[in-house]
C-alpha cells in the first residue's frame, strides 16, 4: 500500500483512491480552506467556495453544506434536530468555532432581522437600493451586483424585511 502525507497535518495516511485529496481525514479537507488570523479571537476566514451571500460552503460526500455548520460540528459535536448555527459576528464567511453558537430556528430569523448590522451596505445604500427599484431603473440582479449583495438581500431591503429603521 502507498501511503501519502496529509497537505493539511502532515500525518501519514493510506489513500482510499489515487484520485482521491491530498488529506487524512475530513477534518484536514475542511480546516486546510480557513485562514485563522493570529489572533485567533478574529473571524476565521474560509477560503473555499462561498454562496451568493457570501456564506462557505464545504461538499461532505457529495452534497454541499454550509461551512459554518460543519465547523461547529467538528469542533462540538453533533447538532440536533431543529438546531440552527448563527453566527456572533459580522461576517458569513467566518467559520471561527468561538463565532458560532447554536438556536432555533424562531432565533435565526430574529437574529437575521439584525443582518443589516453585518451588511456590506449602510442607511445611504438602502435609501439608493429602494430608490433605484422603485424607479425601475434596475432589476434586481443589477442592484444586487452594483451593492455587491443578495439577490435575495435586494429583496428583503426593498420589501422592508431588512433595515426596517429606514424609510
Request: positive net charge; charged residues 30%.
Amino acid at each position: 500500500m502507498k501511503t501519502a502525507a496529509c497537505d493539511h497535518c502532515g500525518e501519514c495516511y493510506v489513500p482510499e483512491t489515487p484520485k482521491t485529496s491530498n488529506f487524512c481525514c475530513l477534518d484536514c479537507r475542511f480546516w486546510a480552506k480557513v485562514k485563522v488570523p493570529e489572533d485567533k479571537s478574529e473571524c476565521w476566514e474560509w477560503k473555499g467556495s462561498k454562496s451568493t451571500d457570501g456564506s462557505g460552503r464545504f461538499s461532505v460526500k457529495g452534497v454541499s453544506l454550509p461551512a459554518y455548520r460543519i465547523a461547529y460540528k467538528l469542533s462540538n459535536g453533533d447538532i440536533r434536530a431543529g438546531q440552527c448555527v448563527l453566527h456572533q459576528c459580522k461576517r458569513l464567511s467566518c467559520v471561527n468555532p468561538g463565532h458560532l453558537f447554536l438556536g432555533t430556528h424562531k432565533d435565526k430569523y430574529e437574529h437575521n432581522d439584525l443582518r443589516e448590522v453585518r451588511s456590506k451596505i449602510d442607511e445611504n445604500d438602502v435609501v439608493e437600493i429602494r430608490k433605484l427599484w422603485n424607479e425601475g431603473a434596475l432589476n434586481q440582479q443589477e442592484i444586487a451586483k452594483r451593492f455587491e449583495i443578495s439577490t435575495t438581500q435586494v429583496w428583503a431591503v426593498v420589501h422592508g424585511k431588512l433595515w426596517k429603521h429606514v424609510p
